[in-house]
């Protein structure tokens, strides 16, 4: 597995699950990605890894269409997400089609977000009976079985304020999950959390990652979970994908001198 | 002649009671309209289009800006020259709810601006519709924190229902001045009436404390 060259696996004969084409993103003057092109394969997972300010996040946020894009367009599963279909052109994706294409992507946070006022039960209930239409039944067998997966069957009721950051972000993974997204998010989960308490919310991620056939891009600052977690990594700089590679080889051999230069001071600071 | 009249006091103490259950009705009928109005602004200025928000912002100010005495004035004897004539006491229950709507925006306002982004770029990301990310994740986290201003309003509003003496609503101040010059007796009527605001303005206080505690563990606390 470690020794796959930076091709994206399978990317000859399947489309890929997500695609970025060119896609440009400018907050007035200020070029946060420049033409990006990125290919993530159904059931990869990748790493996006960067000093803060070279776009890692808003990747992530462009594809949950938290952000609009001002060049190119986002594909997802084959479908295009940020346009639509009209007429044999693309046109810019109506609020009707970004909900629709929604629906293939999960995101968690690095705040986790999760909703104060209902308990982690019902915050993982409410998406799937409004958005999806399960009945409560339904959807508390689904929820009680995905807290139960992250750990936190005995914790159901508790309100968020009442559970630890990790627990939390365990929460926000279960609400995610509960939605049966092809694509899931992950931005910095474990940035905003004690130390000791990462691991829990990683070993977590892992499990996801053995047991569900799920397409993963996460933002992270962890490069020890990132090289062994991760089909493959990307360095962003400055807007830019500078280098990327399978994890193993990426961090034992970064080319370029900025690469080099990051790794070694994320390193020395841990 | 003495200054207090024990006999006359208990005699229209009945009658107050009567018009005070009319000082009532238009406190809690302006109130509720004002909720409604206050939110239907609030969101209007937060979310709507450019026109939509501007227009708004002009209505809320000038409700703000201008007297309430002179909006019921203008209700009840202008409005029929358009054609639209309401009696008294819906005029009465209108003007106050447009005025106090006005107020209410703002505080709706500060709660919803009070709730993090973040918990919108959740419904965003679970896909939660508009209108269920507003009614079951946005009003629930904004409404607590603002209850005890909104409370502060429905004592204000309760307070300047004498005002609607002025289109003849028979509330209390109006029964009062009626009786005091029917027996060339205010002492009693007044006083009575002032001593009712009092006691409803601390028994309302009270509720919204109950209330504001009520709300308090369900909203939970951000971390």
Known sequence: MNNRNDTTPGAEDAPPMVRFAGVTKRYGDLVVLDSLDLDVAAHEKVAIIGPSGS?????????????????????????PLTHMERGGALVRADPQHLRRMRGHIGMVF??????????????????PITVLGLSRDEARERAGELLSMVGLGDKLDHYPSQLSGGQQQRVAIARALAMRPKVMLFDEVTSALDPELCGEVLSVIRTLGREHRLTMLMVTHQ???????A?????????????????????AQPREARTQQFLRAVMEAV | MKIWDWDYAWEVLPILA?????????????FLLALVVGLLFAVGRMTGPAWLRWSVTGVVEFLRSTPLLIQIFFLYYVMPEFGITLDAMPTGVLALGLHYGAYCAEVYRAGLDNVPRGQWEAAIALNLSPWVTFRRVILPQAIPPIVPALGNYLVALFKETPLLSVIAVLELMQTAKILGSESFQYTEPITLVGLFFLAFSLVSAALIRQVEKALQPRAGRRT
Do not use: Y
């Open chain 1, 110 to 127: 690095q705040h986790f977000n999760l909703f104060p006022h209902m308990t982690a039960l019902k915050n993982c209930m409410e998406a």
């Open chain 1, 55 to 79: 776009g890692k996040t808003t990747v992530l946020r462009m594809l949950m269409t938290l952000e609009t894009i001002d060049d190119g367009t986002i594909w997802v599963d084959g479908e």
């Open chain 1, 223 to 229: 490069m020890g979970f990132a090289r062994e977690f």
């Open chain 1, 231 to 251: 089909d493959r990594v990307c360095f962003f700089d400055q807007g830019r994908i500078l280098e990327q590679g399978p994890a193993e080889a990426f961090f």
């Open chain 2, 18 to 30: 009567e018009a005070s259950v009319v000082t009532l009705q238009a406190t809690l009928a302006g």
